[in-house]
């Protein structure tokens, strides 16, 4: 098992340190092959994500790569995934997409904590998708975005790049991207809607962690409440989101986070939910 501490942690191929607020950073660390994602750092991810899952302390998540790339996407030459003689390399990728690209994609989406990605490179192939499943996405003015699946491999993007670019792009630029895979830049990201943010490459963690912050000082259940919202939005009518907004707003006014919003809005002060929240 992992072993975590208030101060940075470096495990085989990812980084976790315990920063202000409760801002926990989690940096992929292989460098060398521009992060690429084999079985041991999805595993280790995996078990990062359940650690701030449970833990009490973390209130918000900021994830960013090591070195000059964010994520390079799947490891193609040593993933280290368990396969069968008698497979197929489909029947192997859709196996190792079965127990470890698709489940921390999962995993990150659905992480009850605000996850800040902070993109500082280039995010190719999986990468991209990676980059994408954050809540909210940062990336360097020298980072940028490269779909090479259909162009370099003649296959799909994944890594949940299929769903992320279309629902945040629409269908034509997400087609541009996918079939010519060329190199989108941070700023056209942020210009299309890809991205929240461009930064300067030397402010982007400490940009990325001051939001954190900021959001680990909110209303935690509130804020990926907010997130699943508009996540439904994306795949009903609106007269299906008004009664999804109804039946939410119905659980989160009865609750204890509604109740001292109100009552700090009355008293003209900050409101206090780090003491009055579990997350």
């Not at 996850?115 to 940028?144: E, S, Y």
Request: hydrophobic content about 40%; overall charge negative; charged content about 25%.
């Amino acid at each position: 098992m992992l072993k975590f501490k208030k101060k940075e942690v470096t495990v085989n191929s990812i980084k976790t340190e315990m920063k202000e607020k409760g801002v926990y950073l989690i940096t992929l660390n292989r460098p060398k092959v521009l992060n690429s994602l084999n079985k041991e750092i999805i595993d280790e991810l995996l078990e990062v994500f359940d650690k701030a899952y449970s833990d009490q302390s973390i209130r918000t998540i900021v994830l960013t790569g090591e070195g000059r790339g964010f994520c390079s996407g799947a490891d193609l030459a040593g993933g280290g995934w368990p396969s069968d003689p008698n497979w197929s390399p489909g029947e192997s990728t859709a196996n190792a997409m079965e127990i470890g690209f698709n489940p921390l994609v999962r995993k990150i989406v659905n992480c009850p904590k605000p996850v800040v990605n902070a993109i500082n490179g280039i995010a190719a192939g999986g990468g991209v998708g990676l980059a994408l499943c954050g809540d909210l996405i940062l990336a360097a003015d020298t980072a940028k975005f490269k779909l090479v699946f259909g162009p370099q491999l003649g296959i799909i993007p994944d890594v949940g790049a299929s769903w992320l670019v279309p629902n945040l792009l629409g269908r034509a630029k997400a087609n541009g991207m996918a079939l010519l895979g060329e190199d989108i830049s941070a700023a056209q990201a942020e210009a299309w809607g890809l991205i929240w943010k461009v930064v300067p490459e030397k402010e982007l963690l400490s940009e990325a962690c001051s939001l954190a912050g900021k959001m680990a000082d909110g209303a935690i259940t509130g804020l990926k409440a907010i997130v699943k919202a508009h996540d439904n939005a994306l795949q009903v009518s609106l007269s299906d989101q008004l009664d999804y907004e109804r039946d939410t707003q119905r659980v989160l006014c009865d609750g204890e986070v509604f109740k001292e919003g109100v009552q700090a809005f009355l008293e003209k002060r900050k409101p206090n939910f780090r003491d009055i929240e579990e997350v």
